[in-house]
């Protein structure tokens, strides 16, 4: 397994990837914009070549952002989530953020585990957040 930082030439592997991992994906133009944003900051996992995990987040003063984080399914539960979340933090931290937000479906049982266990908490929901009417439950972690 290969860590690093996002480069313009994995997009499209990432947003392979996204479309595996979500009904809603982001698109490719979406995660140009992101990663061309300049506040915009993203991680992946390899394995011999091709991306296993990916996540990104925004940072603004003292706020970040995770806006999306997908482990390929062949690998899940076996800790990818949670490397890319070590980076994803690191890289919060780094750019001058004190506290971290995430957006996750109420259904997703196995990612709210993951985040709870990582010291978010949840501080309050967004009915009807994405495109299938389902809810969000906003969570933030203080980063020290």
Partial sequence: MNGRLWQYADLSGIA????????????????????????FYGSLLEEDGAI?????????????????????????RCGRGGK??????????????????LEVRVSNSPALLLYLRRGYGGIFARTRYYADGEDAVVMAKELV
């Fill in 16 to 39: 392979a990837l996204e479309c595996d991992c979500f009904s809603d994906p982001w698109n490719h133009r979406m995660l140009a914009e992101s990663f061309l944003s300049g506040a």
């Fill in 84 to 101: 890319i979340m070590d980076d994803l933090e690191a890289l919060a931290r780094e750019h001058g953020a004190k506290r971290i937000l």
């Fill in 52 to 76: 296993t995990a990916y996540g990104g987040v925004g940072v603004a003063g003292e706020v970040a952002e995770v806006q999306l984080i997908g482990v390929a399914e062949m690998y899940r």
